[in-house]
């Protein structure tokens, strides 16, 4: 069995952890991971062992990238390409039709509606391209029930879908490589919330801003940790910035080194309007944060009731403050790290890095025989 995974080369955040996690476990002779452009991600995978077969473009419109590919597949006898990605998405769409007898496997990072979303005209176009390509996959990976349910309501056959949730080491801890609070200006009476995302409009920094607003307002002494990069961090800084923020919020950037900085928190927060499984949340869970987040996804599978976290309404301001202050009361009572650990307990025997390529490797083995 060979694999050819094949993603634009361009993703920083989960979703190209979720990949590189997945095949550096797998027989190196088997899988191969195909890239448009150099980046991050093909110096992280190089670094890991893996096989890259890189299919540089000159612009992003450059369409002979799709011949190029093609005659991959033919030389090293693929049997598999495993798409991620809308870019990725629409070339396997027409290396289906020129090689029907190469099975074509797609992973649903995101929804794929809201993948341009705040992209005006162009974003509606890419959005129409991206869903008309998504007709032809042989299999998809829904990464939560949630997204399984999105792929049958476009009328996907369900059997054609394998839910499979992601998954992390959980034996990759951060109590080596702690933080200290006074490294940047906090002691132990400050609330602090971190909160890792890029900064794009489908993340929601700018709800999340206003509810800060609120809470400071009310004299909560309330911190906020913005870990990543993106197109909207300037406009994010400018809303703070107005909002008189600054004090409160600490832009830290893109950071290699996020699990020490959930030693800093005392809670994880993720309010975006559309997620798959987000990795992040199992990140906070492996450090034992308890979190807040939007109902998004595959939250529910992880966070089934209140008693592992708060799960909150996409974009209801009201309710995501009110899950905060309650967070922040149950530390004054010294009872918020026991919903961290439950979580912990929780994630650690359920969504293993293990589990994740064991279902996966079990999903192509379907779709082949």
Known sequence: MKILHLNAGAETGGGMFHILQLLEGFNQAEVILGLLEKGLMYEKAINKGIQVALFQQSSRTDFMVVKRIISYIDSNKIDI???????????????????PQCKWVTTLHSNPELDFMGRGLPGKVFTHLHLWSLKKPDHFLAISNKFKEILVDRNISPDKITTIFNGIDFTDISMN???????????????????????DPVKGHREVLKVLKELVAEDKNVK???VGDGHLENEIKSQAAVSKLDGNIKFLGY???????????????????SESFPLVLLEAARERKPVVTTDVGGVRDLIPSNEYGWVVPVRDNEALKKAIEEAIKLKEEKQLSSIGNKLYQRSSSLFTVGNFRDSVYAAYQKVLY
């Open 81 to 99: 390409i495993h798409t991620h990605g809308p870019r990725a998405n629409f070339y396997g769409y027409y290396i289906k039709k020129k090689r």
């Open 177 to 199: 490589h702690t933080v200290s609070r006074e490294e940047f200006g906090f002691d132990s009476k400050d609330f602090i919330i971190i909160m890792v995302a890029r900064f």
């Open 224 to 226: 906020l940790l913005l």
């Open 255 to 273: 950071r290699t080194d996020v699990p020490s900085l959930y030693s800093l928190a005392d809670l994880a927060l993720l309010a975006s309007y």
